[in-house]
């Protein structure tokens, strides 16, 4: 019957389109390297103080033109609040919470991840041109969380 | 030859003091529609800097409101429609009286269930948003009222189950009923994905709000609320879709065209909605990529169920349009039944899902997430399916179900089309506004007339979000005032006497692999084995680490 005909028809399209996509991501995480944040370090959000690198949090060169920013948040601000890196550097944040779950997220650029206690989120990211991006925290921190932003300053 | 979804077509009557108890359950689910939306105008107007919580009387802040607009309407409008609904279409299509006990039980459970939970967020004891992640902690009263209210849906399921059982013993060999088959699969399904939060919810964030465990672990408890926060938009979702399967195509005058492809589509729900909850977290610490890639594959399967079901919805409404004299490649659109306020609510609903759908694919696709993780992007989205695909479907049913459940015609047509039309021409603007301004990098749960940050090109999708909800808005509350009226005042007996239950065009086969899609339990077998290869290797080598006491930072 023709109904059924079409049935199959539209499902083997749903099949190569599924597949299709699923080709799309792999070849992005193989070929173009897309990575995600995965395992890197647990810590005790009481004793970041002593908790190295998050005893120091700021920016440090690493390598000719690769950098460090190790950053935690906390309610309601990040600390550094401001982030200065030259153009063209390759930036490795290391990022954690003292209290609750927050977001670090840099607008305009990929750099979009959770900050949740206990984990250390480390995201890596190159910036090409001059300027300046919000730095935001977008996930709920409780009454002050839209006043938890700072920025990036690319020089 | 074709067959009813239901047992026994010539009519069948669910008792009067059931029907009260259903109508009751479901009274409560669009009250807290309603409810809901009025902090849903005021984040709306907060998108582009327009402040009305002053006119809120006793809120303490934008998101003790954003809290009550994710609880009530995502929670308690979810679920009690769906704890009223599906039981009463199991009962319809077996031809079966339900429990009354388990009734009483569920409609008990969801009403202390909410007194709680609504103590708690309007005294700003819970102003931890609906996604409820610790260290913020809530007052108990709020975990143990949503926990009713997860217990009320069992209780639900478990009468539908034992209803179910009772008809396959009297019935030995039959087809189970279509409607029935995938209301039980439905409600089926969320019963197993609901498991882990209540685990979170009863096991760990009550005890620990209450004192007696000092610290918890943020990663787990969230891994532990996505595990059900992802199937959670399918249980709000599938009770839509029996509506759109099982009556759509008689209200429309035309006919399902595969029983067996539907029953497939249900039976990949239960196994695809649940080992994919992961997706949510791809931006998380602590979680291994690998892990992330397994749940990114099962979320594409349900492309699979999602195009059948285009298939199947789209089939028989054009058979519908052509048997009402629409011709041509389009013009069994037109022809469609439109000034039928039930119907034209659910084709509104489709047309905004197919956006809603593309949206969540690229949600759900690995490195694209990053770009539109926390941004409005995702309400955007996330309206056009929840806030769409289903609200405006539980509208559209409500325009029949509770003319059937009270005995009283619907109050005014014209104001329940007029809602439809209002609400999707609203929630199109507001979406369109929210997905530009989430791309230009706005951040969604922010009270952006008091953010210390700010950005122009934020500016126009912002303007768009608040015109789009204030229509919304407007709509909703033509619907309460409908509905209201047809409770109170509707013309007696000017009611439908029977759900409209659709026909299918070929009688379900009693042979073959078809006969198999009746065999729930061991379907559920294979939705564990599934969760388990999901989620087994992140919980099985995942040391929890109690590092958080509670914060009440609100």
């Not at chain 2, 108890?21 to 479901?26: D, G, S, V």
Request: aromatic residues 12%; hydrophobic residues 50%.
């Amino acid at each position: 019957m023709r109904i059924e005909a079409l049935e199959r028809g539209f499902l083997v399209v749903s099949v190569i389109l599924l597949v299709a996509s699923l080709g799309a991501l792999v070849y992005a995480v193989s070929a173009r390297g897309a990575h995600l944040p995965g395992h890197v370090a647990q810590v005790d959000p009481a004793l970041l103080a002593q908790t190295p690198p998050f005893d120091q949090p700021g920016v440090r060169q690493t390598g000719p033109d690769t950098y460090e920013a190790v950053v935690i948040a906390r309610t309601w601000a990040f600390s550094p609040n401001e982030i200065h890196v030259p153009a063209g550097a390759e930036v490795t944040f290391l990022i954690t919470s003292g209290d609750v779950i927050h977001g670090f997220f840099i607008e305009g650029t990929r750099i979009n991840v959770m900050v949740i206690p206990g984990q250390v989120t480390r995201v890596t990211y190159r910036f090409t041109r001059a300027g300046e991006h919000l730095l935001i925290c977008h996930e709920y921190c409780g009454i002050g969380h839209h006043t938890m932003g700072g920025k990036v300053v690319v020089q | 030859m074709s067959a009813p979804t239901v047992m026994n077509p010539a009519g069948f009557e669910v008792v009067e003091t059931d029907r009260r108890l259903l109508r009751w359950t479901i009274y409560i689910g669009y009250a807290a529609l309603v409810a809901g939306v009025f902090h849903g105008l005021a984040q709306a107007l907060a998108y582009a800097k327009v402040d009305i919580l002053q006119f809120f009387p006793g809120l303490r802040g934008y998101y003790q409101g954003l809290t009550a607009h994710g609880v009530a309407n995502v929670l308690t409008f979810t679920f009690a429609f769906a704890n009223g609904f599906l039981p009463l279409m199991t009962a319809r299509a077996l031809g079966r009286q339900l429990v009354r006990g388990l009734l009483w039980a569920s409609f008990a459970s969801l009403l202390i269930g909410n007194v709680l939970t609504i103590f708690a967020v309007t005294t700003n004891r819970a102003s931890v948003l609906f996604t409820s992640y610790a260290p913020l902690q809530a007052h108990w009263t709020y975990y143990l009222g949503l926990a009713l209210v997860v217990v009320s849906t069992w209780l639900a399921f478990a009468n539908m189950a034992i209803t179910l059982r009772a008809w396959r013993r009297d019935h030995r060999g039959a087809r189970i009923p279509l409607l029935a088959h995938v209301s039980v699969a439905s409600y089926g399904m969320w019963t197993l994905a609901s498991i882990p939060v209540a685990v979170l919810f009863l096991g760990i964030l009550l005890p620990w709000s209450l004192g007696l465990v000092a610290k918890t672990d943020p990663l787990l408890d969230r891994t532990l609320f996505w595990f059900t926060g992802h199937p959670i938009v399918y249980a709000w979702l599938l009770p839509a879709y029996v509506s759109w399967y099982c009556l759509i195509p008689r209200q429309v005058g035309g006919k399902l065209i595969s029983d067996s492809l539907a029953r497939l589509t249900f039976i990949l729900f239960l196994l695809l909605s649940i080992p994919t909850g992961i997706h949510h977290q791809f931006t998380d610490p602590g979680i291994s990529e690998a892990v992330k890639r397994v749940h990114l594959i099962m979320t594409f399967g349900v492309v699979i169920p999602s195009f059948a079901t285009a298939f199947s919805i789209l089939a028989a409404l054009e058979m519908g349009g052509r048997a009402r004299g629409g011709t041509g490649i389009l013009g069994w659109i037109r022809a469609l039944p439109w000034g039928d306020p039930s119907v034209a609510a659910q084709l509104l609903a489709m047309i905004t899902f197919v956006f809603g759908g593309m949206t969540g694919l690229i949600n759900a696709s690995y490195s694209m997430n990053q770009v539109v993780h926390n941004t409005t992007w995702l309400p955007g989205h996330f309206h056009m399916t929840v806030g769409s695909a289903v609200a405006l479907t539980f509208m559209g049913v409500a325009y029949w179900l509770i003319p059937y459940l009270t005995g009283r015609g619907l109050w005014s047509r014209g104001l329940a089309l007029a809602s439809s039309w209002l609400y999707t021409i609203g929630l199109l603007i507001f979406s369109r506004g929210m997905i530009s301004a989430g791309l230009a990098g706005m951040p969604r749960r922010i009270f952006r007339v008091a953010a210390t940050y700010d950005s122009p090109a934020w500016d126009l999708g912002g303007k768009l979000t608040a015109i789009g909800g204030t229509l919304m808005f407007f709509a909703i509350m033509m619907f309460f005032v409908d509905i209201g009226m047809t409770i109170a005042a509707g013309r007696r007996g000017a009611h439908p006497v029977d759900v409209p239950f659709a026909e299918t065009l070929h009688a379900p086969a009693t042979s073959g692999w078809q006969v198999k899609l009746d065999r729930l339990g061991w379907w559920v077998v294979v939705a564990i084995a599934l969760i388990v290869i999901a989620y087994g290797p992140f919980l099985l080598t995942y040391v929890p680490r109690m590092v958080s006491p509670g914060y009440r930072l609100f």
